[in-house]
């Protein structure tokens, strides 16, 4: 069955993947070793598709097999196992996992005053 990213159904009950986003780095190895395996890979492949669980995708890839992977989700779960492997360490619990947001410090455009304007008339 195809689904559309927006229909695509969680693989665990919201209350887990809950937990999964706000559990800290050390407790996440332990939840996710309570899924099983062939779950953990749909799990894996869920959260990447996904901009603000991409790097929760990854932590949980990186305990997947690739054959779980690429069963889960072809040609993209072995891409997906490729990148666990080289995604860097996750970041430390302080950060929360989250991208800092960064704001504009100045103008973003100049504009030219109206006494610099030459009229030819």
């Known amino acids: 069955m195809s689904?559309?990213?927006a229909e695509e159904p969680c693989?665990?009950?919201d209350q887990t993947l809950g937990e999964l986003y706000r559990s800290q780095p050390q407790g996440l190895a332990a939840?996710?070793?309570t899924v099983s395996p062939d779950?953990?890979?749909?799990l894996a492949l869920y959260c990447y598709r996904r901009a603000h669980l991409q790097s929760l995708g990854l932590t949980i890839a990186a305990s997947c097999t690739e054959d779980d992977l690429v069963e889960a989700?072809?040609?993209a779960g072995a891409v997906l196992f490729a990148l666990?492997?080289?995604?860097?360490?996750p970041l430390p619990a302080a950060s929360g996992g989250r991208r800092k947001i960064t704001l504009s410090s100045g103008p973003l455009t100049t504009i030219a005053p109206?006494?610099?304007i030459d009229d030819e008339d």
């Open 31 to 33: 939840l996710v070793a």
């Open 73 to 75: 989700g072809g040609h």
């Open 3 to 5: 689904y559309g990213l």
């Open 114 to 116: 109206l006494d610099d």
């Open 39 to 42: 779950v953990r890979a749909m």
């Open 84 to 89: 666990a492997r080289k995604a860097p360490e």
């Open 11 to 13: 693989p665990v009950a």
